[in-house]
Each structure stands twice: as structure tokens, then as C-alpha cells.
């Protein structure tokens, strides 16, 4: 029975470590490289890291050098080709006549947008002829046309920015990159120097077919980004 009651006994005590078992931590030395002490002395390494910091030091500034090589040939490349894309597109009539055209309508639908604005405010001016004296009537008039196209005026220019500013955010987060330089350089290259060719076939104003180029392009990177992004490629 005395050894039936200490097995009993053992059996408890390794129940009771196995179900209350904690983790210690224990404090181990060790030992450091290259550590200081009586009997030696680190002339060797010290050596070894001088050299091992100049070789650093020295492929540093030719990578510097290298990189601030290519960043000017790269720079110059692109002055030169926008120099020769400019150019080009002052001696193309097609691209000329097209560029002209485009903002010709652009300011046209300006006056015109404003014209709406005066005649909207002059409609409104006119709830001031019911007033029988002419002096108040004509103020009521100016004051009331004034406010509509404040408020016009307002409309317009939010809306203007808050696109804007919409377009931007868009562009900053899915294009700002040396990709989009390249893209609306060579489209803009493309369509100046086959601007004849691209209007024998297709009937387009080449401004509005460089934005529409563009338009389609962060598109495509919307596109192509947002589906990498849910697939975890970012």
C-alpha cells in the first residue's frame, strides 16, 4: 500500500506540472566577437573595418556619381525630346489648326456659359418691375442680378475645383510616376508627327484624341492597380 500511495502521489505531482507549467527566463552569457579583455587586442579588427568603411565610402560616392550621371543624360533626353516634339508641332498645320480650333471652342462655350449666366440673372432681375418707383425698381434689378451671379459664379468655380481637385487625387494615387511622363510624351510625340496621317483616318480634333488617349490610360492604371491591390500584389 506505501508504494501503491507514493506512486499515487508521483502521479499527482507530474498532473500538477504539466498543467501548471510557466516559462522562466533564464539569463544566458554570451560571448561577443571581437570583445576586449587583458589577453588580446583588436588592432586586426580595427584595420579590417577602416578598410571595410573606406570601401564603403568609396562605392557610395561612385554610385552617387553614376546615378547623378544618369539623372543628367536622362534630363537632357527629355529637353531634347520636348524640344523636338515642340518643334515639330509648330511646323504641323494639322496639329496648329487643331490646337486653335480646340481652345477656339473652349472659349466659345465660355462666352456662351457666361451669356446663360446673364440672362439668368436678368430674368430674375425682372421680379424688380413690379416696384412702381423706377429708382428702387432699378436697384432691386442690379441688386438681385448681382446675387445670381454671385451665386453662379460660385457654383461654377466649386464645381470647377472640386473636379479638379478630384481628377488630381486620382492621378497622384494611381499615375504620378515615370511611366505617365513617358505615355503623354509619346502620345504627344505620336500624334504631332502623324497628326496628317491619324486625320486621313479618323475624322478627330488631335487635342481632343490626346485626352481621350490620356483618359483611357488612368483608366487602365485604376483598373490595373485596383486589381493587384485586392489580389495582395501591394
Known sequence: MTWKFKYE????????????????????????????????????????????????????????????????????LTWYSIATTLFAAILSTAFINDSITFFVTIGKGIVSLLQEFVTGADSFGQLSNGISNSIISEILYWLIAAIIMGILFLITGFLIIGIGYQVGKIYRKYCWDILSIMVIMISTAIVVYFGEWIKSVISINLIALLLLVHVIYIGIRCYVKDWREERGYY
Open 9 to 76: 502521489k508521483a502521479e499527482q505531482a507530474k498532473r500538477y506540472a504539466q498543467t501548471h507549467q510557466k516559462t522562466v527566463e533564464v539569463p544566458v552569457e554570451k560571448k561577443v566577437p571581437y570583445e576586449k579583455c587583458d589577453n588580446c587586442d583588436r588592432t586586426a579588427y580595427q584595420k579590417a573595418k577602416e578598410k571595410c568603411d573606406n570601401r564603403k565610402i568609396q562605392l557610395e560616392k561612385k554610385y552617387k556619381n553614376m546615378t547623378t550621371g544618369y539623372e543628367s543624360i536622362l534630363f537632357l
